[in-house]
């Protein structure tokens, strides 16, 4: 009876068609599962062999032998390359072509798209028809006269789609140029989609169809301009809908995916429009002003899923490609005649490029970032044929209206063509960059890079030192050969004259006469040849072009290779101040564009305000000439919004470029003092003229300023916030579900500053007093009675804050800004919170500083001879008096100060900042001294009243700065010592 049941069971149709169906999507979730390994399996084999082509290759040529397993030699896997052989080509292009088009738009530099996005538009509309054309002529006359005109240009239209990704891929890795890459990758996917357009126009001719001209015009129309209308309306829904979700990693990416996918479906089977143009604008306007609407922490997360599907997608294609190769074209029906016109139809193909780009050279040198020949060289060379090509010609293989030797003479030159510019083109594109000097670097920048090996070898071996003394239990049970041979990176060989900081090749060089000495070469040498690339080449003396040659003037090697590595730092905080929320995305793209262009014009002085920031920040003239007609057109609202937004937007990047240049220019190190110092003045005058923009905005327009000024705050305040909740987390304080609501309360508030409306106003008098550093120190009771001796003072732009019958009394900034003008030539800047004229409250002096109000300026004036009479009954308000006084003193006289005070202090290094001074003065003791009196002074002193004599010495009497010793006053002395 079971056996009859068995028996029954396997003679069933029904039971027979489910059992193939689930055999088939068995072979399906085989071979994508091995197509991975595989990946895998080749970019560990290109790395461990060190293999000189990309991986792709590897897959194209696993997937060939693949293809040649059948059911009997290798059940499973040979199972599974007859089922995917036998693709939908329809469903090939919905499953692999969203994700990797969609990462190839996202991933590009808005600003340098932008900019190339016309090159893009002659090459992939002008230039792939043309080559469609001109193929099809090829193809009609040289190749297979046996094809009638419309299959000819049929497969033109096919074998005009190209698909450089081993080569992208490759410029990436040997660190080619992002204008470069930009440009194959956004030429690729932009002609994807005009090639789409005109096959879908050629199929239905090779099918028998009738087309007039006017129907194929409207076609045309229809496909690709409608392609790119329903990729914009997409992006703008996506977008909206993303920026209602805030810090959700899976929802967020979840709708970016989902939209992607069902995009191209609503394009190509609903609205009959090019699913690829939709697709490409949908990651054009994420890349455009989408990214702002991702919330910050997850950008990155977001851009990181898309590269792997990206991966897995181009991985699984490639693999599928080779198995498609060997089993849908068989080899073994087309004659060695056929071979050769294949080989003599690939070299032409290339020569149709070439004479195309030729031909557009003209236009393409007046576009973009212009044109030049080695440019043009590799994109001829990287135009290689892939995965639209491969399911382009299977639709024709499979299309039951086109002769079926047609269809398969179509599969048979599109796949050999895939297969040899993978081939060749892919494994010579690292060789033809190389002879192109595209990857050559500089011997500047080596030399930079050596400097900097050097530099941490030598920070490494001072923290050795520190471990050595920290831990004493622990060294003696070190292995400090192993040690030193782990914790050193090794050392380049050069041959560039020796310095302090670059011993010659050989030699030792130590941190201190009880370090070991770390050897420049030997085992832990790396040949020149392996340092980024190439052997050490001369700077290029000129950029050329086809049409010209244009001298490049750089004043000194050294230079450029430090403002090039300097703004490759300002990159690295811009980002950092957009995860923080310091920077929307669109503020991040302006600068990132700011420093694209600054890198480009390294050869001259650094001047980003002008070439660049500038023009980001000052209102657009289209708005000006709205703004100015609103009223009349009844747009007043829209307009106002409109500068309100370009208002703010202009201060975030006005904002995050003084605040980036200032971490920056902080921590920024190089081995030569003298180009450190000329760098960092470049520097400093774009910042000045920034914040000289920054302060006319806020005398303008306080309004915006304050709710920037406040959302940053806030965001920054909340980000580090989050940071010490998760500290505290990890002490064990917190537990995970405590955690959890803790940081949906942040995110919360986060949300609300990044993207809610909350009107901003300019904080009253009693809160700048109260985050004043003189006054936050000093009982509410003192503060109160400062307050009630303050008299209110209004100054307008270019006047002075301090009146002439008032020039002894000490005044506080409460809104605006103010420059410092010392008599010596010092210019400071004095912002809110802060006082002035302390040193002439002191003194008595009548021709101090001269100050100027750079904005409408509200202070608060405190009268000399009520505030005496205040600090005789509270010391504690004269000795913060007296600080202040010598911050002032200090920050004013900068460049004389901080050699008095080095000589003294050693940890002074660098340029004495308004936060740096600020931390020195609350080191000071303040003193005070009758005639006689000794005083003994540790490491250095200033004098602010009287003068003093050094003890037992003959000698000069003392004022100002003073150095360590002890002294008698020589009248009554006020003293500030450390």
């Avoid at 000289?692 to 920037?708: D, G, I, K, M």
Wanted: charged share 15%; glycine share 6%.
């Amino acid at each position: 009876m079971g056996g009859h049941s068995n028996t029954s069971n396997c003679t069933d149709p029904s039971h027979t068609k489910s059992h193939n169906g689930d055999h088939s999507a068995v072979d399906v979730v085989l071979f994508v599962s091995f197509s991975l390994l595989l990946g895998a399996f080749c970019r560990y084999l290109t790395h461990v062999l060190k293999l000189r082509i990309p991986y792709t290759v590897l897959l194209l040529i696993f997937g060939a032998l693949w293809g040649l397993l059948d059911e009997e030699t290798a059940s499973h896997l040979g199972s599974a390359a007859e089922s995917v052989s036998s693709v939908d080509p329809h469903l090939f292009l919905a499953v692999f072509l969203p994700p990797l088009i969609f990462e190839g738009s996202f991933a590009m530099r808005w600003h340098v798209f932008k900019r190339l996005l016309s090159q893009m538009m002659v090459l992939a509309c002008i230039g792939v028809v043309f080559c469609t054309f001109v193929t099809g002529l090829v193809i009609r006359v040289a190749i297979q006269p046996s094809f009638s005109w419309a299959d000819s240009i049929l497969l033109g239209a096919i074998l005009s789609a190209t698909d450089p990704v081993s080569v992208v891929a490759l410029l990436k890795t040997l660190g080619a140029s992002v204008k470069l890459r930009t440009l194959i990758e956004g030429e690729s996917l932009l002609n994807d989609g005009t090639a789409i357009v005109l096959f879908s126009i050629c199929v239905n001719i090779s099918r028998g169809a009738e087309v007039g001209a006017g129907e194929m015009v409207g076609e045309l129309f229809q496909l690709a301009v409608g392609g790119v209308a329903l990729g914009v309306a997409w992006a703008a829904v996506t977008i909206y809908c993303v920026g209602r979700v805030y810090n959700d990693s899976l929802t967020e990416t979840t709708i970016i995916v989902a939209s992607a996918f069902l995009l191209f479906f609503v394009a190509e089977d609903l609205c009959h429009v090019s699913g690829v143009l939709a697709v490409v604008t949908l990651g054009a306007g994420f890349v455009w002003i989408g990214n702002s609407q991702i919330t910050p922490e997850v950008v990155e997360s977001v851009h990181e899923f898309w590269q792997l599907l990206a991966y897995f997608a181009e991985t699984v294609v490639f693999v599928l490609a080779g198995v498609i190769v060997t089993q849908r074209v068989g080899f073994a029906q087309f004659s060695a005649a056929d071979y050769g016109r294949l080989l003599l139809l690939y070299i032409l193909l290339f020569i149709i490029r070439g004479l195309m780009v030729a031909l557009l050279s003209p236009l393409l040198v007046r576009t973009g970032f212009g044109f030049g020949f080695r440019r043009a060289i590799v994109l001829v060379h990287g135009g290689l044929r892939g995965a639209v090509a491969l399911a382009l010609a299977l639709i024709v293989e499979l299309d039951s209206d086109i002769p079926s030797e047609t269809g398969s003479y179509v599969l048979f030159y599109c796949s050999g063509v895939a297969f040899l510019t993978l081939l060749v083109n892919a494994t010579t594109a690292e060789w033809l960059l190389n002879r192109l000097g595209l990857t050559k670097t500089s011997a500047e920048q080596k030399q930079a890079f050596i400097d900097c090996v050097i530099q941490l070898n030598l920070e490494t071996r001072r923290h050795v030192q520190q471990l050595c003394q920290q831990q004493r239990q622990v060294v003696a049970f070190c292995d400090w050969t192993n040690i030193d041979l782990l914790s050193q990176l090794p050392v380049p060989e050069h041959s560039m004259p020796p310095t302090p900081m670059r011993p010659a090749p050989g030699a030792a060089y130590h941190v201190n006469a009880s370090s070991a000495a770390v050897t420049a070469q030997g085992s832990n040498a790396i040949p020149m040849h392996e340092v980024n690339g190439g052997p050490i080449q001369a700077p290029a003396p000129a950029t050329s072009s086809w049409f010209r040659t244009t001298p490049k003037p750089v004043d000194d090697v050294r230079l450029e290779q430090a403002r090039l590595r300097y703004l490759r730092g300002t990159l690295e905080v811009y980002n950092d101040m957009k995860l923080s929320g310091l920077l929307t995305a669109e503020s991040f793209n302006a600068l990132q564009g700011a420093v694209e262009l600054a890198q480009e014009r390294t050869y001259r002085p650094l001047s980003m305000w002008k070439d660049s920031v500038a023009s980001i920040c000052h209102m657009p003239s289209w708005l000006e000439f709205v703004n100015q007609r609103a009223r009349v057109w009844g747009l007043l609202r829209l307009t106002d919004w409109m500068v309100a937004a370009q208002l703010k937007r202009s201060i975030r990047v006005a904002r995050g470029f003084v605040d980036a240049n200032r971490a920056l220019m902080a921590v920024f190190v190089l081995a030569d003092e003298s180009v450190q110092q000329q760098l960092l003045h470049e520097v400093q005058g774009d910042v000045r003229m920034t914040k000289a923009f920054l302060t006319s905005a806020a005398r303008l327009h306080p309004e915006p300023v304050t709710e920037v000024f406040t959302a940053q705050t806030a965001s920054l305040l909340l980000t580090d916030l989050r940071t010490r909740l998760h500290a505290a987390a990890g002490r064990g304080l917190l537990f995970g579900q405590e955690v959890a609501i803790l940081d949906r309360v942040i995110d919360k508030k986060k949300k609300h500053v990044l993207r809610g409306k909350h009107p901003c106003h300019p904080p009253p008098a009693e809160t700048v007093m109260a985050h004043c550093p003189l006054l936050v120190q000093l009982p509410e009771s003192i503060q109160g009675r400062l307050m009630a001796i303050a008299e209110p003072v209004h100054k307008a732009l270019g006047q002075a804050p301090v009146e002439v019958d008032h020039m002894c009394d000490p005044v506080l900034i409460i809104n605006g800004t103010c420059d410092y003008q010392h008599p010596e030539n010092f210019l400071a800047f004095i912002e809110a919170a802060s006082f002035c004229n302390v040193g002439s409250f002191f003194q008595r002096n009548l021709s101090g500083p001269v100050i100027t109000a750079t904005t409408d300026v509200v202070a608060m004036r405190f009268p000399h001879a009520e505030l005496n009479e205040l600090m005789a009954q509270h010391p504690e308000l004269e000795a913060n008096l007296v600080r202040e006084y010598c911050f002032e003193h200090i920050y004013l006289n900068r460049a004389g100060a901080l050699n008095v005070l080095r000589d003294e202090d050693n940890s002074l290094q660098g340029a004495l900042s308004s936060s740096k001074v600020r931390q020195l003065v609350e080191r000071f003791e303040v003193t005070r001294l009758a005639v006689e009196d000794v005083v003994q002074v540790s490491t250095i002193g200033l004098i602010v009243q009287g003068s003093l004599k050094p003890l037992g010495i003959e000698g000069p009497v003392l004022n100002g700065f003073i150095g360590p010793g002890r002294y008698t006053a020589a009248n009554a002395v006020l003293l500030a010592s450390m």
